[in-house]
């Protein structure tokens, strides 16, 4: 599919906020997505945003979305070292069962 | 549940064999997908069945890779003859449903790499 793109690596002390970017392609994504990657380890939702909302928080977790730039953040307020992962921002394929058109991820390192 | 379940964990393989990865997906789940990912494309959907049919299969790189889903709690993807650009992180995800709102769920992955 089309590129969905993120920046490839991010690195924040720990404590601070951090602040993930994603552009996507298909004006017409009902959902955007945010997946979490650990070193080994699948894929894991950490959050999602339906495509009428502008704004969604989940504990440290903040989505931003601005459909008119096809533009999606995810704020991780006090980031921990155990936040380090590969960030995903994906959105679903309607044709293809909603499979997800990922982009190729952000990395995240959180310094103590 | 103990969730998407794939084997093996790792294969390393020799140029030209066949190699078969298999995923059992969350029981209950109608859809499952197949994905690889690569430092070099991210990841990719290579393939999508619905009910155990195959709804979307755009995504397979080539005649050497085929799947299969016999029956709900189990699917194949087979390459063969494998190649060295076939190494990668193969990934199995199923859902529900088909749909916007159902989350994906994950294995961990088959590390392949070919030799």
């Known amino acids: 599919g089309e590129d969905v793109e993120q920046s490839l690596f991010l690195s924040v002390r720990e404590g601070d906020s951090s602040v993930i970017n994603c552009t996507y392609t298909?004006?017409?994504?009902?959902?955007l997505y945010w997946y979490k990657q650990e070193p080994g380890a699948g894929l894991q939702l950490l959050t999602y945003i339906f495509s009428n909302m502008d704004m969604k928080q989940d504990q440290r977790l903040t989505v931003l979305l601005n459909k008119k730039d096809k533009h999606l953040s995810l704020r991780i307020a006090d980031t921990q070292t155990g936040d380090s992962a590969i960030y995903f921002c994906a959105e679903g394929v309607r044709n293809s069962g909603y499979a997800l058109n990922f982009g190729k991820g952000t990395s995240l390192l959180v310094t103590p | 549940d103990a969730g998407v379940i794939q084997s093996p964990r790792h294969e390393v393989t020799e140029m030209g064999q066949e190699v078969t990865l298999r995923c059992k997906p969350i029981s209950g789940h109608n859809s499952l997908f197949w994905y690889r990912q690569t430092m070099m494309r991210g990841l990719e959907l290579l393939i999508y069945?619905?009910?155990?049919?195959?709804?979307?299969d755009s995504g397979m790189p080539e005649d050497r890779f085929s799947a299969k889903m016999p029956n709900a709690s189990f699917s194949t993807l087979k390459i063969q003859p494998s190649e060295p650009r076939d190494s990668a992180v193969y990934f199995c995800?199923?859902?529900?449903?088909?749909?916007?709102?159902?989350?994906?769920?994950f294995g961990q992955g088959t590390r392949l790499t070919v030799v």
């Open positions: 069945f619905n009910n155990n049919v195959p709804i979307d």
């Open positions: 995800a199923s859902t529900p449903r088909p749909g916007p709102d159902t989350e994906a769920f």
């Open positions: 298909d004006s017409s994504s009902t959902y």
